[in-house]
């Protein structure tokens, strides 16, 4: 990354260079350079590029009108709350990244922008897992393996578990005063992030298995609804809108799976290793595939794809399903 030609690269300011090297947050980018002598005094050994930052903080500002549009209008809740709280978590640290772009020797802009940009893609996870028990329903008992509030009541406990340590760890390595506590917290965090990984890589092995089952399902057996269902259910699951449903899943699976990876690569080596001081695969595998994630999880949005039918395939924490679609009351042979 190609530091600014306004940054200089060695002491200018009125102070003797022993305050600057033992108070960072006293330098500015005019009195200080990036690094001096192999000590790192600014967050990053980069300034964040003002334009892709800016361009990510404003994807995810523009997402928060659809989601609540298009949640409000189909009552899709759980969604709703979901993916608003992950992109208010994108959009603060992202604004910490673009105050980093002015100041990268002040910490709390770095501290906000490396906890608030961690565990907000949990919350995306989380919108992901509320959808697949309601595809369970709609599609029929008959070619899942487990009855569909397994399928949310685990994942969701799964994620939160992620949320926990990531939460947790950002806050001990925010707070540390050591180096011995700092690396504590970022190894909780790494713990958090190995765990979404985890959990990730279970559910596209459940999902890829369900979908397997459905595609093989004999259309003749007697007991499946996948054929036999309501005329809605077939309606809703050939329209466009629940393709694009299907797709946008798929996509932020994917992407959720990938930069939780990256991630815990960048954090192993250390706040301040190679990988952490990289601008470019940051931006790429953390800020675009995030945005090219939630964009879809906009697109191929629930409300949509089920047609206002979303309370309707819900399930019962005393059942399998909604009674209201015939085809959830499933007698397995």
Not at 74 to 84: F, H, I, P, S, T
Not at 92 to 106: K, S
Not at 295 to 322: C, D, M, R
Request: charged share 10%.
């Amino acid at each position: 990354m190609t530091i600014s030609p306004n940054v200089t690269n060695t002491f200018t300011g009125p102070l003797p260079i022993a305050s600057y090297l033992a108070t960072p947050a006293l330098c500015t980018l005019q009195t200080c350079p990036l690094t001096w002598d192999g000590v790192v005094l600014s967050a990053f050994t980069y300034i964040p590029v003002l334009s892709g930052n800016v361009v990510l903080l404003a994807i995810f500002a523009a997402l928060l009108l659809p989601q609540f549009y298009l949640s409000i209008r189909y009552k899709v809740w759980g969604y709703l709350v979901a993916m608003v709280f992950g992109l208010a978590l994108e959009i603060i640290g992202y604004t910490g990244r673009v105050q980093m772009h002015y100041n990268p020797f002040t910490q709390q802009p770095y501290l906000t922008q490396l906890i608030c940009l961690t565990i907000a893609p949990a919350f995306f996870s989380g919108a992901v897992y509320l959808c697949l028990s309601r595809i369970v329903i709609l599609n029929g008992l008959v070619a899942s393996r487990f009855a569909p509030r397994t399928y949310t009541i685990v994942f969701v406990i799964f994620d939160f578990i992620s949320l926990c340590l990531q939460g947790v760890g950002g806050g001990i390595a925010a707070t540390g005063n050591t180096n011995s506590t700092v690396n504590t917290g970022r190894w909780i965090m790494i713990g958090g992030l190995l765990w979404q990984v985890v959990c990730t890589a279970i559910f596209i092995v459940v999902c890829a298995d369900y979908y397997l089952r459905v595609r093989l399902m004999n259309p003749t057996t007697t007991d499946t609804e996948i054929i036999a269902g309501d005329e809605d259910a077939k309606l809703i699951r050939a329209s466009l809108h629940f393709k694009l449903f299907l797709f946008g899943l798929a996509v932020a699976t994917t992407g959720i799976f990938t930069r939780s990876i990256f991630r815990v690569a960048e954090l192993w080596g250390g706040f301040n290793g190679s990988l952490e001081n990289q601008e470019i695969p940051f931006m790429i595998l953390e800020g675009g595939v995030i945005a090219a994630s939630c964009i879809a999880l906009t697109l191929g949005h629930p409300g949509w794809a089920f047609q206002g039918y979303w309370g309707e395939v819900n399930f019962s924490l005393k059942g399998n399903g909604s009674m209201k679609w015939p085809w959830t009351k499933v007698i397995r042979t």
